[in-house]
């Protein structure tokens, strides 16, 4: 029989991945779908994160209760944010992404509520009649939300939403003169993601029983962001494989780890530069590929 230990690693690394995944689906359907720059996606995660940890540590809140609490705080930091990016366009609003995810840091890092600089411990595992959660059966709950999430996302894509984004993404005068409120339409794109970060940090946090203010930093939203880009911009397939990728590279680089920032800030220069469209985006060649297999398949079998 293997040790426990090394069948629990490869649960960690599970449980981490898809608590990163909704965190990166909900950026990509900001800036993929609506195309609002967001570099502070680790403020609403930490925002989400905090707040469970506080009601369940404090008030003994039950988890589901707390979940969904972290995830609609996060949405109202989102819908603020979206409210000063109705007034400001790219580099701008990138820098205000990054102010804001450093401000969120300090917060969390000077204010007695959230622990300061020894963060919030004990806080507890879910349970259900009884049953707490842990390992596997976590991983488990953590791949059920992400399922929903990604079943919300791609309705979002679908929807009379989705549309409305993509038109705001495309050409924002052209979709004021279709009379699309584009104001509003920022803050839900704001707001849906910050709140998929929320659930994220909320998950984040009853698997690891103890945060910091330093684990939301923004390196973690270059993090977030090297996986929509390597995934492709737009594309919920390729978020979910490019945050298995990341999250797993650093056990290839282990050596170099302490240059994982730098190692993302060049991988992001390299993709923007040469493949824009991410690993499975609309036009990325790995997409067209797979596609003209699909489509060779489809023909084969309408031949027989």
């Not at 190692?263 to 220069?269: C, K, N, Q, R, S």
């Amino acid at each position: 029989m293997r040790p426990i230990v090394l069948e629990a690693y490869p649960i960690t690394l599970l449980t981490i991945i898809g608590t990163y995944a909704i965190a990166a689906i909900g950026l990509n359907l900001t800036m993929g779908s609506a195309g609002q720059v967001n570099l502070g996606q680790a403020a609403f995660i930490g925002i989400g994160a905090f707040t469970s940890a506080i009601l369940t540590t404090e008030y003994s809140m039950p988890f589901v209760v707390s979940l969904l609490v972290s995830g609609l705080m996060a949405m109202i930091g989102g819908t603020i944010l979206g409210l000063i990016s109705v007034r400001l366009r790219e580099d701008f609003l990138a820098i205000t992404t990054i102010g804001i995810n450093f401000v969120a840091v300090s917060v969390f890092q000077y204010y007695p509520l959230f622990g300061g600089s020894f963060g919030i411990g004990d806080i507890p595992r879910p349970s259900f009649f009884g049953f707490e959660l842990s390992g596997p059966s976590y991983a488990g709950l953590v791949y059920v939300v992400l399922s929903l999430c990604i079943l919300g996302a791609l309705w979002t894509r679908r929807s009379w939403l989705g549309l409305a984004f993509k038109a705001i993404k495309e050409d924002e005068i052209a979709a004021l003169s279709m009379r699309i409120d584009v104001r509003k339409f920022k803050m839900i794109a704001f707001a849906i993601g910050a709140g998929y970060g929320g659930l994220a940090g909320c998950l984040l946090a009853h698997f690891r029983t103890y945060i910091v203010y330093s684990d939301f930093t923004f390196s973690f939203s270059i993090e977030l962001l090297t996986i929509v880009v390597l995934g492709g911009l737009g594309s919920i397939a390729g978020t979910t494989m490019g945050t298995a990728i990341v999250v797993l590279f650093p056990e290839v680089i282990r050596p170099l780890l302490q240059y994982r920032l730098v190692i993302y800030i060049l991988m992001l220069i390299v993709l923007l530069r040469f493949q824009p469209e991410g690993l499975l985006g609309e036009k990325s060649a790995l997409s067209r590929y797979l596609h003209s297999i699909v489509v060779r398949l489809y023909r084969r079998e309408g031949a027989h």
